[in-house]
């Protein structure tokens, strides 16, 4: 059994950066798993925001294109996601999931607050 945690969030200005930051408080990430990031805004489904595979490539939802970026650090079993020029529309809770062969695992969610 795999336990992911994200770490990150915070509040922050509308322009600014956060980086949130995803790993295995119990097991590991694999580096053969794809690490994608979600994010739910109260009242809203859960929406995509990037993906990251084991061959580094990455795509992301149209919403973030240009400002987000996703990463992982095999060594380290470590997914990141580095937010620039933040907007308030990205005020959600922001989730983590590692899926491969072995299983599919998501974290609890990390909170992001963008203020106008």
């Known amino acids: 059994q795999v336990q992911l945690v994200e770490s990150g969030g915070g509040l922050v200005q509308a322009g600014g950066s956060l980086r949130l930051s995803c790993a295995a408080s119990v097991g590991t990430i694999s580096s053969r798993n794809t690490i994608s990031w979600y994010r739910q805004a109260p009242g809203k489904q859960r929406e995509f925001v990037a993906n990251i595979n084991s061959g580094d490539d990455t795509s992301y939802g149209d919403s973030v294109k240009g400002r987000f970026t996703v990463s992982r650090d095999n060594v380290k079993a470590t997914g990141y996601l580095q937010m620039n020029n933040l907007k308030p529309e990205d005020t959600a809770v922001y989730y983590c999931?590692?899926?491969?062969?072995?299983?599919?695992?998501w974290g609890r969610g990390t909170q992001v607050t963008v203020s106008s």
């Open positions: 999931r590692s899926r491969g062969s072995l299983g599919d695992y």
